[in-house]
């Protein structure tokens, strides 16, 4: 049988989905996607014009346009936790503990998690996501107290929903004022077709889609606290992942939210704005916290973990910089790392 180029240009997506590269969360970003194989910006095109994003169920799906991170959902995790507002076209969203929500993308390989925390007198999200849903809409519903924002860093998919809320915390650093400007290329980079699992919402118009600006109401520091009405949350500096990484700790109920500095998943430590002298001092500040914790909440993939996780992060990013780990190429200039159950993506050593 002869084989047509669009069916060779599919077997090419298939065989690069199911290759060990593709492992953001579990699948490798677009932008080595792209050098890897030259068929896909061809292909994307085409795809996002002519045929929307399958639903979140696969096996109903023809099999060839399904990226393998998408397969995997939904993860088992989930089944255990509180699901509300389950109408929602783009977001999940769980009940973790009282008085905070889990706001979950699952239709975009981030897997971005973003958390609505709830006081007496006014609530805290934590993140915005990536800005293809409304989320907005959805802390509305959740909440009638006023929402404040605060971003566990300035990378594009978790301050997508900033510029819908009129009081935005923000780290004073250079790297968060520039990217308060908003942009358009990680945007973009984040809708092509292996990103993508379901549908879009209604009224989304790619063409057009881009991190929109956002205004800072205050500049902050760390240890600034937050009082929500009988919930006070105070601010870590936990500089690596970027220069303005926050965790932000909830001490009277021992909860951590840890952003990108923490979460289940090969953790990115490979862009340029990345420290990785300085990630390690954090989440060894972070590790310290531990004996005084019940959960750690991270911003991709699940909202639970537990605390013993953060003494073991310490160890296996420490032995990894001293070169012990298994290491397999992850796309142009990156190699993840793992051991002992984490995952690093590093940027791969530079040949001389
Ligand atoms: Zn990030």
């Known amino acids: 049988m002869k084989t047509s180029p669009l069916l060779l240009t599919l077997s090419l997506m298939a065989a690069y989905y199911s290759s060990p590269q593709c492992l953001r969360v579990l699948c490798a970003p677009h932008s080595a996607l792209s050098v890897l194989n030259p068929f896909l910006p061809i292909v994307s095109a085409s795809l996002v014009v002519a045929q929307p994003a399958a639903p979140l169920q696969p096996e109903l799906q023809v ?33 973790v503990v009282p008085g905070v929500f889990a706001i979950y993308e699952p239709h975009q390989a981030e897997e971005v998690i973003s958390y609505l925390i709830v006081g007496n007198k006014q609530a805290l999200l934590f993140d915005t996501g990536i800005g293809i849903g409304d989320i907005r809409k959805v802390t509305s519903k959740l909440t009638s107290r006023p929402v404040v924002v605060l971003n566990s860093h300035t990378h594009n998919d978790h301050v997508g929903g900033n510029w819908e809320f009129t009081f935005v915390y923000g780290m004073d650093t250079e790297f968060t004022r520039t990217n308060a400007k908003g942009s358009r290329e990680d945007a973009q980079a984040e809708i092509a077709p292996d990103q993508l699992c379901g549908d879009l919402p209604k009224g989304f118009n790619p ?55 923490y979460y289940p998943g090969p953790i990115w430590l490979f862009r340029p704005e ?27 993939n699940i909202p639970v973990a537990q605390p013993d ?18 290491v397999k190429p992850a796309g142009e200039g990156k190699a993840t790392h793992s051991l002992n159950g984490f995952t690093f993506l590093l940027a791969a050593p530079r040949k001389e």
Request: proline share 8%; aromatic share 8%; glycine share 8%.
């Open 309 to 326: 996780v953060l003494p073991k992060l310490v160890e296996a990013i420490q032995a990894v910089r001293s070169g012990q780990g298994a």
């Open 207 to 261: 063409k057009t889609y881009a991190t929109k600006p956002w205004k800072i109401s205050r500049a902050i520091l760390d240890g600034f606290k937050i009082n929500l009405g009988g919930r006070t949350l105070e601010v870590v500096s936990t500089p690596g992942h970027t220069p303005d990484a926050i965790a932000l700790l909830d001490r009277g109920n021992g909860l951590l939210f840890t952003g990108d500095t």
């Open 63 to 95: 099999g060839m346009q399904i990226p393998e991170w998408c397969r995997a959902l939904p993860r088992p995790e989930y089944k255990s936790l509180q699901r509300v507002l389950p109408d929602d076209p783009w977001f999940e969203v769980y009940k």
């Open 274 to 300: 990345t420290d990785l002298d300085a990630y390690v001092d954090s989440v060894k500040r972070l590790a310290a916290l531990s004996p005084e914790l019940k959960l750690v909440l991270g911003a991709h």
